[in-house]
């Protein structure tokens, strides 16, 4: 293929497919490991992303009023954690001077999302309320059909269509001809009543029977969640005074005012610290063996991060506005990580720009400011990546590293936050101390997260017991009735 239409493919793609073994994978998993298939999807799609410029395709070379318009963007999840694709039909008109650009707009959404995390699956939403005939764009339709059945492989998890008006039956019946039995499988046609079997409501908009208030609008791009700056230490409130000489201290070695001799002394006392705290890890690991268990923990290829999805916080009448997040390195290099948030002016995270160790653990606490509150919108971001062995684990090393890494070679993983109503203890919340006491330690985190696991699981074995005992209570139940029955019965036999 190279050989006869090298002209007609971007040589970034190729060079991408040579070095991409991820994208490789997924051609042929798309094609069910049929390589003639698979090579003939490829040649397909790299042609297509040469003729539409995929690579070139930012917001300065799209008109504005493609973004303004509102009828393609990425916003929020469905229940199994995947971006959704929004595609508002009420807001497209049927234009074909427009169509070309129209169409890029949907490359580049993709390539835009599909750059941003690594080829991860879309859910495809047709928000298709208060449509009609004049909405009906076929070609258009087929475009997006085509670009996750020929040119993104593996990128498609499923097709919520809303509210389809009887009348677009006769056209969909069309769409299902584009689509392989394994697309049709996909397609999931819902209303009102079971839309949130695929998506939860705090993603939903209120017309689809959802409490999410977003509300389109451009500038920016919608779904740059994670463009905002670093919550590094958040803003220092009346609350956090006598927190805010560690937070110059911390500032001034960011800025590289301390020399090399203080510098020096520093790393001294890190190492002491880490060594101490490993003893201490040592003494309570059969203690913790199994409480640990019970946490959940996203395992990736540089780091296993626990909780797994959601971070646990209060309301302001529970008062809990502490969480813990424990990273652990699993490679055998220094693994550089930074924690980023939609939510900086809410949130301080210690620590949010650092390293850790080959087969160590390191707690980074987020705590909430006095007076916010923890939203369900509110998003963490974790980025990682390995780091040389003779690279060093400063400040400046680490800003310099961030800046050269390749974006391929980082990993990231999302949390999302939950708020308990309730003052049931969670395995990840940590209460605030009302008192003014000073700040607890690591182990003394260690020590509540391990309590509130133990709790957590004696409340769902107590839970399992109940329902046990309501089986046994209703087998009883049951058992007399029926020998009550058969006494009747036999009592009645003996009468006739």
Not at 9 to 28: A, F, G, I, P, T
Not at 277 to 294: F, P, V
Request: charge should be negative.
């Amino acid at each position: 293929y190279l050989l006869d239409k090298s002209d007609k493919y971007d040589s970034r793609d190729v060079e991408r497919l040579q070095q991409d073994d991820k994208w490789v994978e997924n051609y042929l998993l798309w094609r069910h490991d049929v390589v003639d298939d698979t090579l003939k999807m490829i040649d397909e799609s790299f042609q297509w992303r040469k003729e539409y410029t995929v690579n070139d395709l930012t917001e300065s070379v799209l008109p504005k009023w493609l973004f303004e318009n509102g009828s393609l963007f990425l916003h929020g999840y469905d229940k199994e954690g995947y971006k959704l694709f929004w595609f508002r039909v009420k807001h497209h008109t049927r234009d074909p001077k427009q169509q070309l650009e129209k169409k890029k707009l949907v490359a580049f959404w993709l390539e835009h999302y599909a750059k941003r995390d690594h080829g991860k699956p879309l859910t495809v939403v047709f928000d298709m309320a208060e449509t009609g005939i004049s909405h009906i764009d076929l070609d258009f339709v087929r475009f997006i059909v085509n670009c996750f059945t020929d040119y993104y492989p593996n990128f498609l998890t499923k097709i919520v269509i809303f509210e389809m008006p009887w009348i677009m039956n006769a056209a969909f019946k069309i769409v299902k001809g584009w689509l392989g039995p394994d697309a049709i499988s996909m397609l999931k046609f819902t209303n009102k009543s079971d839309v949130q079997e695929y998506i939860s409501g705090e993603y939903l908009p209120p017309h689809m029977g959802g409490t999410d208030s977003f509300k389109y609008s451009y500038p920016p791009l919608v779904d740059d969640d994670f463009q905002t700056p670093l919550c590094e230490n958040g803003p220092i409130t009346s609350e956090d005074e006598h927190e805010s000489k560690e937070e110059i201290d911390a500032d001034t070695k960011e800025t590289g005012e301390l020399n090399e001799e203080q510098n020096l002394n520093q790393k001294k006392m890190n190492s002491v610290e880490q060594i101490s705290k490993s003893e201490e890890t040592d003494k309570t690991e059969i203690k913790t063996k199994n409480t640990k268990k019970a946490l959940t923990t996203f395992k990736g290829p540089l780091l296993h991060i626990s909780p797994a999805e959601e971070l646990y916080f209060g309301s302001k009448e529970t008062g809990e506005k502490k969480c813990l997040i424990v990273l652990t390195n699993v490679t055998k290099n220094i693994v550089a990580f930074k924690v980023r948030t939609t939510a900086p002016e809410k949130y301080r995270v210690k620590p949010s720009n650092s390293s850790c160790e080959p087969g160590t653990s390191l707690d980074i606490i987020v705590s909430l400011h006095g007076g916010f509150a923890a939203s369900l919108q509110d998003r963490f971001l974790i980025m990682a990546a390995e780091m040389d062995q003779s690279s060093g684990a400063g400040v400046p090393e680490l800003t310099q590293f961030w800046k050269e890494v390749p974006r391929t070679k980082v990993m990231e993983h999302r949390l999302r936050c939950h708020v308990i109503e309730s003052s049931k203890p969670s395995s990840l919340t940590l209460k605030e101390n009302t008192l003014n006491i000073p700040a607890k330690t690591n182990e003394d985190l260690h020590i509540q997260v391990i309590v509130y696991s133990f709790l957590t699981r004696l409340l769902q074995i107590n839970k399992r017991l109940q329902e046990q005992i309501d089986h046994c209570l209703w087998f009883q139940q049951l058992s007399v009735a029926l020998s009550l029955l058969s006494v009747t019965v036999v009592a009645f036999c003996f009468y006739l």
